[in-house]
């Protein structure tokens, strides 16, 4: 049996304990985001770049908080909506976050901002040929993570649901199809994780790991409640690898009816 | 230092009829190196001939800390020294911020 600290990952080369990425937005403030990141026990977090002005201090305090916590950033294009955008978006980030990581999302839709397939595919071959470590965002679309897989993305995050929805895995039997079919790469459910219990869901169904920011930020007490995805998380992992039971359409009773008192031979 | 320096010209009104050295309706009203940009959506005039590295300096932004694309393409760190904006360019000046 492995135990949780034997039980690595690898992602792009790089080896991980946490089976949790988290993001760094919508805390209520600096100092909640630092205890709730480290309380989540989380190695890979997510960042972003935005306009700033210079009286912002560009970002500083924010970016030297991060550094101080000595993680491996992962660097998005959230709010793209274009293959040009996120192209751009990446490069300007390996630059200044130092990183060929690149959480890749290209928005299809506004409303739901679910990811354009045809978008995120075409960015992501751009993107590998330009040397980047592509984590594409995307949906739970089976042909679609196989043509990412192709164009050689060696990870793939397929949402749960929308992102900051907070509804779980919103098709199990999608997200486990492209479990079954693509065995090889590591998979991460990225948004729409709400509760630990959609965490544990994800990893019972044989994900690598999960991605989410909101569930936690927008928890009642955060840090409390990145400390329930950190169990949450190894629940789940633990329970993936020892197997679960087969389900039946039947009861079958688990007390032994042999030696079964008050019943008589009529 | 950049470029060539431009001639700005302006298009005399057809009722105008100024004692001009000009003959064509065109008058010359200048020569300048100045353009005006679009820094994160905010207009600035600046100088043709100065490279990116100064006006970044100019504008108070640490090129050590912000990334910059300008028309939406990317510009390395390594490229200010050399490069000038042109007239009507549109510049992002992106720092580190939280993301999900």
Redesign the interface.
């Known amino acids: 049996m492995t135990t949780s600290e034997s039980d690595k990952w690898t992602l792009y080369g790089q080896t991980f304990q946490s089976r949790l990425l988290i993001?760094?937005?919508?805390?209520p403030s600096p100092a909640i985001?630092r205890e709730a990141i480290t309380a989540s026990g989380a190695e890979i977090v997510?960042?972003?770049?935005?306009?700033?002005?210079?009286e912002?201090g560009?970002?500083?305090g924010?970016?030297r908080q991060?550094k101080e916590m000595n993680k491996t950033l992962l660097?998005?294009t959230?709010g793209c909506h274009s293959v040009?955008?996120a192209v751009?978006?990446a490069?300007?980030?390996r630059?200044?976050?130092e990183t060929d990581w690149l959480k890749l999302e290209v928005v299809g839709d506004d409303y739901n901002l679910q990811p354009d397939p045809f978008g995120t595919v075409e960015a992501a071959e751009k993107l590998v040929k330009l040397g980047f470590k592509v984590f594409p965002y995307c949906t739970d679309d089976l042909v679609l993570c196989q043509r990412l897989r192709d164009v050689g993305c060696q990870v793939l995050m397929p949402w749960g649901s929308p992102?900051g929805t907070g509804r779980g895995l919103m098709n199990p039997y999608n997200l486990q199809t492209i479990r079954e079919r693509i065995p090889e790469l590591p998979l991460i459910v990225d948004a729409g994780i709400g509760k630990p219990s959609h965490a544990v869901q994800a990893l019972e169904l044989g994900y690598d790991g999960i991605l989410l920011?909101?569930a936690i930020a927008q928890a009642g007490n955060p840090v409390v409640m990145a400390g329930a995805f950190r169990n949450a998380v190894n629940a789940g992992r633990q329970a993936a690898l020892a197997g679960a039971m087969p389900e039946r359409q039947t009861a079958s009773p688990s007390t032994p009816t042999l030696g079964m008192p008050f019943w008589h031979q009529q | 230092m950049c470029g060539d320096v431009r001639c700005y010209v302006r298009r005399q009104a057809p009722d105008i009829r100024l004692k001009s050295r000009f003959p064509s309706p065109i008058q010359i009203v200048g020569i300048s190196n100045m353009i005006t940009v679009s820094v994160?959506?905010e207009r600035k005039e600046c100088s043709h001939e100065q490279p990116l590295s100064l006006l970044l300096s100019q504008?108070?932004?640490?090129a050590e800390?912000?990334?910059?694309?300008v028309n939406?393409?990317?510009v390395?760190?390594s490229q200010y020294e050399h490069y000038c904006l042109e007239d009507g360019d549109k510049v992002?000046?992106?720092?580190?911020?939280?993301?999900?």
């Open positions: 993001g760094s937005a919508l805390y985001m997510t960042v972003s770049l935005r306009r700033q002005s210079p912002q560009g970002g500083e924010f970016w991060l660097p998005n959230a040009k955008e751009t978006l490069q300007m980030s630059e200044l976050f992102i920011n909101t | 994160n959506n504008w108070n932004f640490d800390k912000v990334a910059i694309a939406e393409d990317f390395p760190r992002d000046v992106l720092a580190p911020v939280q993301g999900g």
